[in-house]
Structures are given as C-alpha cells and as structure tokens.
C-alpha cells in the first residue's frame, strides 16, 4: 500500500474553509481504494502564526516541508501583516527553493458550467507558465528619487535553463495527455531580447518534439484568441508575466475563481509540489461558510495526477461534474445557496458511492 504524506497549510480567509473539505475527498478517495492512504499533517503557518511568532514559517519551515510528498495550500492574506511579507516570507520561498519553475493552470469548461462566452465546442486546455523567472524578478532599481529624472529599472530573467525546462515540461505534458499542440505566448517583435530569446529557445524545443504541432501568436492577439475562439488551444506555454495575465482570463471563461484549481510543480520531484487554488483568502466572505471550495478540491486531483494517481484525479474530476449537473449543491459564487461544507459532502458522498 502507497502512503501519501500531504502538508495541508491551510492560510487564512477561506483557506482553512477550503483546504477542509479538500481534505474531506481525500479521505473518502482513501477509504474506497484499498492501494493507498493519506497521511495529513497540517500547518498553520498563516498571518495569525506571523503575528505571534514575527515570521510567516517556523525557522526550519522549509526543512520540515522537505519531507512531506506534496504540499496543499490554501490561501493567504489577511489586513493585518502586509501582503508583500505574507507572499515573500512564505509562498515565494517555497516555490523558489523547491524549484517549483511551472505553474500549472487548467482552463477546462466543467459540465454544468456555463461560459460568459456562450461557446457550444468544449473549452478544454492547459496554461504552462514559467514559475521562477522571467518578468517577475527583482533584479533592478530606482534612482534620483523625488527629482525630475527619477527613474526605475526592472530587469527580465531568462536563461536557457529555465526556458528549455519549461518547454520540455510542456512537450512532455503534451505528449503524456495525447495533445497535438503546443501555443507558444510571446510578444518578441518588442520584447527584441528577451523574448527572442525565449522564441528562440522554445523553438529548439519544438523542433525536437516536431510530431507535435507548434504555433506562435504574440501576447496581444493571443488574449483576443482566448475569447474569440478558446477551443483551439491544447498546450499553451508562456513566460512568468504573460502566463499570470492569461491564467486570469483562462479563469473567467470557465467559470471563475471559485472553480479555479493551480498546481506549483517540481517535475524532478526532489522537492515536493504545492497545489492551491487561484483565489486568494476572500476576506470579504470568509467566516460565512459560503465559499466555493471546488477550486481547492480540484487542486488536490491535480496533486493526486502529480503522485502518479490519474485515475484518482479523474474521479474527482467526475463527481465534481456530476455536482454541477445537477445543481443541488451550489455556492452562491455559482449560483447555488449551498454552503462549503455542503458541497464538499456531497462531492465526498459521490466518490462513496
Ligand atoms: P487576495 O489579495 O488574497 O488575492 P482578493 O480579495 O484580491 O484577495 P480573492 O481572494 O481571490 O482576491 O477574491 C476575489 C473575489 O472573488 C472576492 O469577491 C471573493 O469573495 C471571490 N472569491 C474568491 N474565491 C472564492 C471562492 N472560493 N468562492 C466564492 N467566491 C470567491
């Protein structure tokens, strides 16, 4: 028998509200499989653990992390501690230590969810967005403050390392899953280095992995394509920026963030993975019992895929369709009156059978 060994970090907000019920499937999933188990350890390291103790995680936060199979996040934030030290003291040091250089975003239209765009073809893909470089670093700085030639610089990383092993993930993926194509965002008609570079590498890529087809759409045009005809896309890579800003437009036409699942992943699986849904800690409607937890439920099928279970992800991934056709069970978010705790018992009860 497998033992999964799951650190839950709950957060704030409604991530303690969801990470709950998440924990919920998995232990129904556990008791109708007999080839595995779970053992769930959580952690409450959020704003309040920062507040008692002046630090987000303890000392040794990412050794102790280090030995769990995967990691399920909740959400954090919270007024009291600034979001600049709840993001870089705790989730920031994760996925960079633990080298978690993809983030994984599904932008798959549920049954039963209806699409702002009112499309009839499915809406089925994946966005692969570079997780530890790129736009998002901090390499830069600010000169003559206060005076007319103020100025600020903010450099873009790209290395061969990371763009090759992003790519490679998303051929791997591809290939794994029975795509035809991979989508490569750029924007390197401006962008004349480091998107170049970007193209150039992921061409190299693609060209190793040529029985799969490639396209290439500048960042813009891109967007408009992710509105006008989203069932087009199988596979699209883009770098840390752009893939942040189509991961919220992939999100909104599938339903939003309450049903909005991401994974962090270290493909080497050195490190453990850190699976969390999209939203943050909704401090407007956390304590109401109201949240959607699917999105967080979803994130631990994606944890689950990542442990080698597809099978397990792809039940959940039914019974939360089943949910949804039958709309008894529904968060307001989606137009239901159903609490978190309803919805992820009944989700738990459907794997039951
Ligand atoms: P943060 O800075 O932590 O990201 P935020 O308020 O900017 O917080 P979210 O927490 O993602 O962003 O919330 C954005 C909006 O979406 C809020 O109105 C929130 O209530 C709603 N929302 C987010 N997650 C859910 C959910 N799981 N169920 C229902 N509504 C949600």
Do not use: C
């Given at each position: 028998?497998?033992?999964?060994?799951?650190?839950?970090?709950?957060?704030?907000?409604?991530?303690?509200?969801?990470?709950?019920e998440a924990v919920k499937v998995l232990h129904a999933l556990a008791k109708i499989d007999a080839s595995?188990?779970?053992?769930?350890?959580?952690?409450?390291?959020?704003?309040?653990?920062?507040?008692?103790?002046?630090?987000?995680?303890?000392?040794?936060?990412?050794?102790v992390l280090k030995e769990y199979d995967s990691i399920l996040f909740g959400a954090i934030g919270d007024e009291r501690v600034p979001d600049q030290i709840s993001i870089w003291d705790l989730?920031?040091?994760?996925?960079?230590?633990?080298?978690?250089?993809?983030?994984?975003?599904?932008?798959?239209?549920?049954?039963?969810?209806?699409s702002p765009l009112?499309?009839?073809?499915?809406?089925d893909f994946v966005i692969i967005r570079e997780n530890?470089?790129?736009?998002y670093s901090n390499i830069g700085g600010t000169m003559f403050h206060g005076e007319s030639r103020e100025m600020a610089v903010q450099n873009t990383i790209m290395t061969r390392q990371g763009v090759t092993q992003i790519t490679e993930f998303a051929y791997r993926y591809a290939r794994e899953h029975d795509l035809t194509k991979v989508t490569n965002a750029t924007k390197s008609n401006a962008i004349i280095h480091a998107m170049k570079f970007w193209?150039?590498?992921?061409?190299e890529v693609a060209e190793a992995n040529s029985d799969i087809a490639y396209e290439r759409y500048y960042i813009d045009a891109l967007a408009a394509y992710f509105v006008q005809r989203p069932e087009s896309f199988q596979v699209v890579l883009?770098?840390?920026?752009?893939?942040?800003?189509?991961?919220?437009?992939g999100s909104a036409i599938v339903g939003g963030l309450g049903v909005a699942p991401s994974g962090n992943i270290n493909p080497s699986r050195e490190f453990p993975s850190m699976f969390e849904a999209v939203h943050g800690s909704a401090p407007d409607i956390a304590g109401k019992g109201i949240a959607n937890p699917i999105a967080q439920i979803w994130s631990a099928a994606l944890m689950l895929e990542h442990l080698g279970r597809r099978d397990l992800h792809d039940k959940i991934l039914q019974a939360i369709e089943e949910l949804l056709v039958e709309k008894k069970h529904l968060t307001p978010d989606i137009g239901g009156s159903a609490?978190?705790?309803?919805?992820?018992?009944a989700i738990a009860e459907k794997l039951l059978g």
């Open positions: 028998m497998s033992t999964y060994k799951i650190a839950v970090l709950p957060g704030d907000g409604i991530g303690p509200e969801v990470t709950k595995f188990e779970f053992e769930v350890e959580e952690l409450n390291w959020n704003s309040q653990y920062y507040l008692d103790h002046g630090r987000m995680m303890p000392e040794n936060g990412l050794e989730i920031m040091p994760i996925r960079k230590n633990f080298q978690q250089y993809v983030n994984f975003r599904p932008v798959k239209l549920l049954k039963g969810l209806a009112r499309k009839e073809d499915p809406i530890g470089e790129g736009e193209d150039q590498i992921v061409e883009a770098s840390n920026l752009f893939g942040d800003i189509l991961s919220d437009l609490t978190t705790e309803e919805v992820g018992s």
